[in-house]
């Protein structure tokens, strides 16, 4: 039986502005074929089971001809699968969208169109730049600058400056001399308000503004490049005022995220909110460890222990797994206190409607040894490689414990490779480091043989930042061990 495809809009870039529907569609998908103009903070969002197909690139770096890719789509489809087609923008705005859809409806295959917010709006919306303004003009009008080899522009410059509207032209970057001496010889007057907008809506982004017969040759000395959008009309005098984007704090700024996958959209979305270039690199993942008779037996006895001491969100997870899987909920905790050695374990905990009744003022695992109420003996639920500390302090203060490992924590990343060739190049200068472990893992990754004295580590604590100092990387650490605090410290920084 025949699948589907779903031409989704991936919108300009920010993954902000991937809708929710297109979002859905993507997380289903069993194949993704994708182009280049997708922001890789989208493509990160791909399922990791689902076949990704590249067809942006091929090996000599030219595009992959349409005709193939639409046979592409219909082939995966034929196979049975759920496809999803990923574009920049909107599919059905200058986006070939309905050149892909034609063959399927030849070939009675079922299809989808998610629209996608194109770039013609959004990328001068971050630019500062409303397209309309009812002071300025009454009508939008929405132009591709694409120029085929060896043919002129075939645009209509008198009509389009006669409607007195904003002119927005798309893929139109190494036409833009073309398209100011067209308005400007259709009578549009030289000094209209003009701007490019480079890479819209990304941390990239770069806004050049010019009088119109001013803005070939402003644009050709910033360099600008594909992709970016012209903007032409009277709202472009009003970005000054609006460039909300570019004040940003963390505009500019590229910094690399190490948490675990499950972990690191808070911080990432945070970041990327402040208007940071994030760079999703996990070096650690959490394996459950199963079977496991330790933890079996201490859950079997729960009712001898005072105190249940969780030190990660991952421990809170092993914990609910177990209950699951022996049929039972939060009430077979009974009595036993719960201890969180921070906020984010907390939180974790309070998911499942429980609350800790003691958390550390200082989230490491010495203070919350030093500082758990006496009384009674303590379960320990957490990682393999938990630390020493905390156990030590339990001993220093004659508090029985049994300390059992749930899960164990691995240094993986396929992308290796990526994040060597990152932190040596020249963008990165920020990498943050949410655990000691994920500076173990950030180092196994980018092998301990790299340079790390030009970046800077981002620690969430001091027992982070120790293990950062013992493999050269200059660190700075948040005044607590918060994601907030750690953002603060970021901004503080820059």
Not at 204 to 215: C, F, T
Not at 443 to 459: H, K, N, Q, W
């Amino acid at each position: 039986m025949p699948g589907k495809v779903t031409l989704v809009g991936a919108g300009p870039g920010d993954p902000g502005l991937l809708t929710r529907k297109g979002l859905e569609a993507l997380q289903g998908a069993e194949v993704v074929v994708y182009d280049r103009l997708v922001s890789p903070a989208i493509l990160a969002l791909m399922p990791e089971h689902a076949e990704h197909i590249n067809v942006g690139k091929q090996a000599a770096r030219h595009p992959v001809p349409q005709e193939q890719i639409n046979q592409i789509l219909l082939d995966k489809a034929l196979e049975g699968k759920n496809v999803v087609r990923l574009k920049g923008g909107d599919p059905f705005l200058f986006g070939r969208g309905g050149e892909e859809l034609e063959l399927l409806a030849q070939h009675g295959v079922a299809f989808e169109e998610v629209p996608g917010i194109t770039s013609a709006i959004a990328a001068p919306a971050y630019g500062g730049i409303p397209v309309t303004h009812r002071d300025c003009c009454s009508s939008l009008h929405i132009v591709t600058g694409h120029q085929r080899a060896g043919k002129e522009l075939d645009i209509d410059f008198d009509a389009l400056v006669r409607t007195r509207g904003t002119l927005v032209f798309l893929m139109g970057v190494s036409a833009l001399p073309q398209i100011c001496a067209g308005l400007l010889a259709a009578g549009m007057d030289p000094a209209t308000p003009a701007a490019v907008v480079e890479r819209g809506t990304t941390p990239a982004q770069r806004r050049i503004s010019a009088a119109l017969a001013a803005l070939p040759e402003t644009a050709a000395q910033a360099g600008v490049e594909s992709p970016a959008v012209i903007v032409v009309g009277g709202v472009c005098a009003l970005a000054e005022q609006f460039d909300w984007f570019d004040r940003l704090p963390l505009k500019g700024q590229s910094v690399v995220v190490t948490r675990p996958k499950e972990r690191a959209g808070t911080l990432s979305d945070r970041l990327r909110s402040l208007g940071a270039q994030v760079w999703e690199y996990p070096c650690i993942a959490t394996v459950p460890l199963d079977p496991c008779p330790a933890l079996d037996g201490a859950m079997e006895r729960l009712g001898e222990y005072t105190w249940l001491v969780l030190t990660s969100p991952a421990g809170v997870d092993a914990l609910w797994r177990w209950l699951a899987d022996h049929g039972k909920d939060a009430r077979y905790l009974g009595t036993v206190k719960l201890a969180a050695i921070g906020p984010g374990t907390d939180r974790e905990l309070q998911k499942h409607g429980l609350k800790a009744d003691y958390v550390p003022q200082v989230y490491d695992a010495a203070h919350l040894g030093a500082g758990l109420p006496a009384g009674g003996p303590v379960l320990i639920l957490r990682a393999q490689e938990g630390s020493p500390a905390l156990t030590a302090a339990l001993a220093e203060r004659n508090i029985g414990y049994d300390d059992v490992a749930t899960y164990r924590t691995v240094y993986d990343n396929p992308r290796s490779g990526e994040l060597r060739a990152l932190v040596e190049g020249e963008g990165v200068t920020l990498v943050t480091f949410t655990s000691a472990s994920t500076v173990k893992g950030f180092v196994s990754s980018v092998g301990e043989d790299a340079d790390f004295s030009r970046m800077t580590g981002l620690c969430i604590g001091e027992q982070t930042a120790a293990e950062a100092r013992k493999h050269g990387i200059p660190v700075k650490i948040a005044k607590a061990a918060t994601m907030d605090a750690l953002i603060d410290r970021i901004i503080e920084g820059v």
